[in-house]
């Protein structure tokens, strides 16, 4: 049911994003990761259902399961059609994310792991070895962080005991900062740990507010930070450490995951606590903006009516008639409107 109401939203957003602007074009379409390097029978088993069928939670879940069992295909294979399904629902990750009308990017995240926590009891009854899923998250990590992230996310759907020791390597800055693409694997950690995590996964993600220095990769650790029920205390140290005013939204994201978490009351005394503690206009004057009501929903970036694009750094968007085209470094993906 949600996927259907995200799906509503989304194609009334598709006439202001793309209704005056030229299509893509077919050969830079062609170099594109989902083109140049998922195979042409992948691409159309996905396409073979259209793209609302895929919003319907019980579909995607049951398709994902007869996916997974199809023994045909490899792992590596089971990983690129886990990946495909997340396009079409908009879940994909590759530097950009899509947040919801009157949502925070935590509240989004936390839409996004309830429906991944379905989609993991969907398929808790499969005893499937994720062996090979997981040596192909360890031989793409410094090669392709889309192939390794999804690799690992669904091995974290299908056996969570075993990909929580596992995330206490995955976990770590160095491995992560590490990767060929640390953001978009940092993204796809994190989303694991959301699903799984234990007390050296915790202390890792908390050695990452302390590591990371740009601002969607240290919302991603927020995000599984706070999809748990863990303290607070290194929230108050980051928030107030942090001198950069480019991660205002990083510890937006942190105070929204607070909101969350706790009264009313209590979260508004914290908020004028860092007011009194903190020694920097910039912080100083936002948390007064949150605690006077000025930033809708708490978050910098949100809308009442309209979805916003979120970028991580460096990745730039273009809009065009049959989708957004996604620049991230060297990597080019497209997202179609169908």
């Known amino acids: 049911m949600k996927k259907q109401t995200l799906l509503i939203l989304l194609l009334a957003s598709c006439s202001v994003f793309f209704g005056q ?41 049951e398709q994902l399961k007869e996916i997974v069992l199809n023994k045909s295909f490899s792992d590596k294979e089971k990983a ?39 989609t993991k009891k969907t398929l808790k009854d499969l005893n499937y070895n994720v062996s090979g899923l997981l040596r192909l998250a360890d031989s793409a990590l410094k090669i392709d962080n889309i192939l390794s992230g999804n690799a690992l996310l669904l091995a974290s759907l299908l056996n969570t005991d ?8 995955y976990t770590k800055p160095t491995v992560i900062l ?99 503690e903190s020694k920097e206009e910039w912080k100083t004057k936002m948390c007064q903006d949150l605690l006077d009501n000025k930033i809708p929903y708490n978050y910098g970036l949100s809308s009442a009516e309209n979805f916003v694009n979120k ?4 990745v730039t968007e273009t809009q065009y008639a049959d989708g957004t085209m996604i620049l991230n470094g060297v990597l080019m993906e497209f997202d179609p409107n169908n």
């Open 311 to 314: 970028l991580w750094d460096g």
């Open 80 to 118: 690129q059609l886990f990946y495909l399904m997340q396009k079409k629902i908009g879940f994909a990750f590759v530097g950009s994310d899509y947040i919801p009308p009157a949502q925070s990017y935590f509240t989004h995240h936390s839409g996004k792991l309830y429906l991944m926590q379905a």
């Open 162 to 169: 075993k990909i929580t020791k596992k995330l206490e390597t």
């Open 178 to 276: 590490g990767a060929k693409n640390p953001e978009i694997f940092n993204h796809y950690v994190c989303m694991s740990a959301s699903i799984s995590q234990n007390s050296v996964v915790a202390a890792n993600l908390n050695q990452s507010l302390l590591t990371f220095k740009r601002e969607g990769m240290l919302e991603d650790v927020f995000c599984a930070l706070y999809s748990r029920d863990n303290f607070v205390s290194i929230m108050k140290h980051y928030i107030l450490a942090e001198k950069n005013p480019e991660n205002e939204l990083a510890i937006q994201t942190a105070l929204c995951a607070l909101a969350a978490k706790v009264p009313v009351a209590s979260y508004k005394k914290s908020i004028e606590t860092l007011i009194k």
């Open 21 to 61: 602007v030229r299509p893509a074009n077919k050969l830079t379409l062609q170099k594109t990761y989902y083109m140049s390097q998922i195979s042409q029978t992948l691409r159309d088993y996905v396409d073979k259902h259209e793209k609302t069928a895929y919003f319907n939670d019980a579909f995607f879940n």
